[in-house]
């Protein structure tokens, strides 16, 4: 295809042609630049950290405390 299209259907086909190979060039190039997953262990270091978390909201009991301090308490929760 010329680099100086003759009508406007040659030019929006060698726009559509550039485009796709601008994209398939990223992809390709967005694939090699990955990180490895198979040597590391952030797959790990995030399961942890899902099961530590887990384990401090399942810690509480949920039940109210009653009021210690000084101050009158609420007239319409009594907390």
Same mark, same amino acid.
């Given at each position: 295809?010329? +680099?100086?299209? *003759?009508?406007?259907?040659?030019?929006?086909?060698?726009? /559509?042609?550039?485009?796709? #190979?601008? !994209?398939?060039?990223? +992809?390709?190039? *967005?694939?090699?630049?990955?990180?490895?997953?198979?040597? /590391?262990?952030?797959?790990? #270091?995030? !399961?942890?950290?899902?099961?530590?978390?887990?384990?401090?909201?399942?810690?509480?009991?949920?039940?109210?405390?009653?009021?210690?301090?000084?101050?009158?308490?609420?007239?319409?929760?009594?907390?």
């Amino acid at each position: 295809m010329a +680099a100086r299209p *003759k009508t406007l259907d040659d030019a929006i086909e060698l726009t /559509n042609d550039l485009m796709d #190979q601008k !994209l398939r060039t990223y +992809a390709e190039r *967005k694939a090699e630049n990955k990180r490895k997953l198979d040597n /590391n262990h952030q797959a790990q #270091q995030q !399961l942890l950290k899902k099961q530590n978390v887990a384990q401090a909201y399942a810690v509480g009991t949920g039940e109210k405390k009653s009021y210690g301090g000084s101050k009158p308490l609420c007239p319409k929760c009594n907390y």
